[in-house]
């Protein structure tokens, strides 16, 4: 019996001991890889213009930063995994190439991604006039005011553009924008200037971004639902109103430059965790924002032009489960009931450069 015993228990420590042995053999994941993006402009080699950069882990975001052809961007302490990126589109550059398109990142090491972009020819901006009189109409994205704070809008963005641009020139900045404005409020603003006495008047440049409180108010249960009564009444009003919207102002002003924008999703397109539903509100969502966004598109004038944010951000943010890197819309699972469908400063800044890009277009 003891002898059966003493042998029972070397079994049990030979076993014991074989375990410890196959563990530690177990490679340890590294948390400690490195990325390096270098950037190259092939026809202008000390090219000093930023670029963002997503940087994807196994197909999915990660983590995002800004790379200029001086400044390598760098991504460290990454865990093992698949990396590839991704580069957002800019105005006046073509991307001609990233390599490698992936790299498998592992055991503590540096991978490099080199990405090229061609320079297109330059747009010249329109030339200076005697002095320029900013006239902004619009919501709290206007005014930069959000649950979280106060953001510097596009529109100072826009105007310190309109100052650096214009040496010499005189620029004013009125900035009309009311938080909770809606298509109904601002057509009854401007149509109280029955003699046209007003600001928009005396305007040389006038920026306009309307819409989005007509439908906000459908999102609810901390935007986790939507009332589509809300929601439709809301657009019904926006599509009648806004032609009217622009009628009002060629009324007081007939050759003002018109500059809008299209009103964006702030729903994920795309699922991300804690926020599995997004992509099915999101579709719901599209159904009022594509009819609110047709009225604006529409518009026929020479002098009006519109920036294309919905597109644009639903390509490079919804479609990748990033809006929450442009707008106050993805907290922390514990303050979902804090969700914010009002622009980040990332967003404001990306709103600033879009709306300068489509003054600088040829009308």
Not at 52 to 80: A, M, Q, R
Not at 87 to 108: F, M, Q, T, W
Not at 128 to 144: C, E, H, K
Not at 152 to 176: C, H, Q
């Amino acid at each position: 019996m003891k002898k059966s015993m003493v042998v029972f228990i070397c079994m049990l420590a030979l076993i014991f001991s074989f375990n410890i042995t196959v563990n530690a053999a177990k490679p340890v994941p590294s948390a400690n890889n490195t990325i390096r993006v270098v950037k190259t402009v092939d026809n202008n080699p000390t090219d000093t213009a930023e670029f963002s950069i997503t940087l994807l882990k196994d197909g999915k975001y990660y983590s995002e930063g800004i790379v200029t052809v001086s400044f390598p961007l760098v991504f460290s302490n990454l865990p093992d995994g698949r990396y590839s990126i991704t580069e957002a589109s800019k105005v006046g550059y073509s991307l001609v190439s990233i390599s490698p398109d992936s790299v498998r990142a592992s055991k503590n090491s540096t991978y490099t991604f080199n990405v090229v972009n061609h320079k297109e020819d330059t747009i010249d901006p329109p030339p200076p006039s005697d002095s320029i009189y900013y006239v902004a109409l619009g919501d709290s994205i206007g005014t930069g005011d959000t649950s979280r704070g106060t953001t510097s809008s596009y529109i100072i963005g826009f105007y310190n553009y309109l100052v650096t641009a214009n040496p010499g020139i005189n620029v004013t900045l009125r900035n009309l924008s009311t938080n909770g404005d809606d298509s109904s409020d601002l057509l009854g603003k401007l149509r109280a200037d029955t003699n046209c006495t007003g600001d928009v008047a005396k305007a040389t440049i006038l920026t306009l971004d309307i819409g989005g409180n007509n439908v906000l108010p459908a999102g609810e249960n901390s935007f986790s639902t939507i009332n589509h009564t809300v929601a439709q009444e809301g657009t019904l009003r926006f599509e009648s109103e806004y032609p009217l919207i622009i009628d009002e102002i060629r009324r007081c002003n007939p050759t003002v430059e018109i500059i809008t924008m299209t009103l964006y999703n702030p729903y994920n397109a795309a699922s991300i965790r804690y926020y599995e539903g997004d992509p099915a509100l999101h579709i719901a969502v599209e159904a009022y924002v594509s009819r609110i966004n047709v009225k604006i598109r529409e518009i026929s004038d020479p002098n009006y032009r519109f920036a294309e944010v919905h597109d644009v951000w639903k390509t490079q943010y919804a479609d990748l489960g990033k809006m929450g890197s442009v707008t106050y819309f993805y907290p922390n699972v514990l303050l979902k009931f804090t969700r914010d469908p009002h622009p980040n400063q990332t967003g404001q800044n990306v709103l600033t450069e879009m709306m300068k890009q489509t003054y600088l277009q040829t009308p």
